[in-house]
């Protein structure tokens, strides 16, 4: 399957999806302490950065998420491929920014962002697509910005990703290890990451992993 084409069913199967979805994880925060520790070190490191705290939450569903930033203190806007998803989102969150769009090429100019979030998004890029998306990450970051990136642990450092049954599109886990040394390879330097055990309430008996990245060619 051709990238365009990847991008295409997982937007179709998002739309389908949607209204479940977020009923479903609209208030999967509530249960995960861990996660929401991340969120608020990381909304910390981006209101550290010293601009305007702009962060974007790239794959951001029906926009939860991008709410708990705001509620953090960042000037938060989220960017989706399913307009099904920006339609909910934009419904629960009127005060707030959600545009449709591709993670792999965002309508937005270099050095923008001070701080960039794909929590669980990453997940549906095919293996083959995924150093050009976390380079779109870097690109849209200012220098000294800051990456939060959420998605389920593979195996053992043997699978550098493996492909897994998921419910509506097709998704993949990562080594923490080999995503961090994609990352670096962009010029987003590992600066953090969690590791959490399966929650009861996840649907993935799989770990968790935060791995929280810096944009490295830091100028003060
Ligand atoms: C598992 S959901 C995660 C939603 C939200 N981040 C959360 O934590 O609940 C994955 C989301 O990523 C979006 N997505 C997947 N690939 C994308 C891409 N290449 N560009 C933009 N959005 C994408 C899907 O449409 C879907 O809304």
Same mark, same amino acid.
């Given at each position: 399957? #051709?990238?365009?084409?990847?991008?295409?069913?997982?937007?179709?199967?998002?739309?389908?999806?949607?209204?479940?979805?977020?009923?479903?994880?609209?208030?999967?925060?509530?249960? *995960? =302490? +861990?996660?929401?520790?991340? +969120? @608020?070190?990381?909304? &910390?490191?981006?209101?550290?950065?010293?601009?305007?705290?702009?962060?974007?939450?790239?794959?951001?569903? =029906?926009?939860?998420?991008? *709410?708990?930033?705001?509620?953090?203190?960042?000037?938060?806007?989220?960017?989706?491929?399913?307009?099904?998803?920006?339609?909910? @989102?934009?419904? @629960?969150?009127?005060?707030?920014?959600?545009?449709?769009?591709s993670m792999a090429e965002l309508d937005l100019p270099? *050095?923008?962002?001070?701080?960039?979030?794909?929590?669980?998004?990453?997940?549906?890029? =095919?293996?083959?697509?995924?150093? =050009?998306?976390?380079a779109e990450f870097a690109r849209v970051l200012v220098?000294?910005?800051?990456?939060?990136?959420?998605?389920?642990?593979? &195996?053992?450092?043997?699978?550098?990703?493996?492909?897994?049954?998921?419910?509506?599109?097709?998704?993949?886990?990562?080594?923490?290890?080999?995503?961090?040394?994609?990352?670096?390879?962009?010029?987003?330097? &590992?600066?953090?990451?969690?590791?959490? &055990?399966?929650?009861?309430?996840?649907?993935?008996?799989?770990?968790?992993?935060?791995?929280?990245?810096?944009?490295?060619?830091? #100028? #003060?």
């Amino acid at each position: 399957m #051709t990238a365009p084409d990847a991008l295409a069913a997982t937007r179709a199967a998002y739309d389908d999806a949607a209204t479940t979805y977020a009923g479903l994880f609209r208030d999967s925060l509530r249960d *995960a =302490p +861990l996660d929401r520790a991340m +969120l @608020a070190a990381f909304a &910390e490191a981006v209101r550290g950065v010293g601009r305007d705290a702009l962060v974007a939450d790239l794959g951001c569903g =029906p926009g939860h998420v991008t *709410a708990h930033l705001a509620d953090l203190g960042l000037v938060a806007r989220g960017v989706d491929a399913s307009p099904a998803m920006i339609g909910l @989102a934009r419904a @629960a969150h009127p005060e707030l920014r959600f545009d449709v769009g591709s993670m792999a090429e965002l309508d937005l100019p270099d *050095a923008t962002l001070s701080g960039a979030l794909s929590r669980w998004s990453v997940i549906h890029t =095919p293996p083959g697509e995924i150093a =050009p998306v976390l380079a779109e990450f870097a690109r849209v970051l200012v220098p000294g910005g800051h990456l939060l990136i959420g998605f389920w642990a593979s &195996e053992s450092p043997a699978h550098r990703t493996q492909v897994f049954d998921h419910a509506v599109a097709p998704a993949y886990r990562w080594c923490p290890d080999h995503l961090s040394a994609l990352l670096r390879a962009t010029g987003l330097a &590992e600066t953090a990451r969690l590791v959490r &055990e399966p929650l009861p309430t996840d649907r993935r008996q799989f770990r968790a992993v935060h791995l929280l990245a810096r944009r490295s060619d830091v #100028t #003060t």
